[in-house]
């Protein structure tokens, strides 16, 4: 028998590791891990644990030329 969750019993740990389950090829491993703070702690697959400034995602370059008011998010 497999045993259901309940408020009391899932953690915060299950739910991530259900939706990784749940969602394996659909690409919100990355989003995932951010939100729930284990991306520069987690490893999965390829993926080792990243510097934090890999939190967010780079601002493609074409926007940069076409804007020269903004600037290229940190460590890329």
Do not use: C
């Amino acid at each position: 028998t497999t045993e259901q969750y309940t408020t009391g019993t899932l953690t915060l740990d299950e739910l991530l590791a259900e939706r990784g389950r749940e969602f394996i090829f659909e690409g919100f491993r990355r989003r995932d891990l951010i939100r729930f703070g284990k991306f520069h702690t987690a490893s999965w697959w390829d993926h080792k644990p990243t510097a934090e400034t890999k939190s967010v995602f780079p601002i493609p370059q074409q926007q940069i030329a076409m804007n020269p008011n903004l600037k290229q998010n940190p460590g890329y």
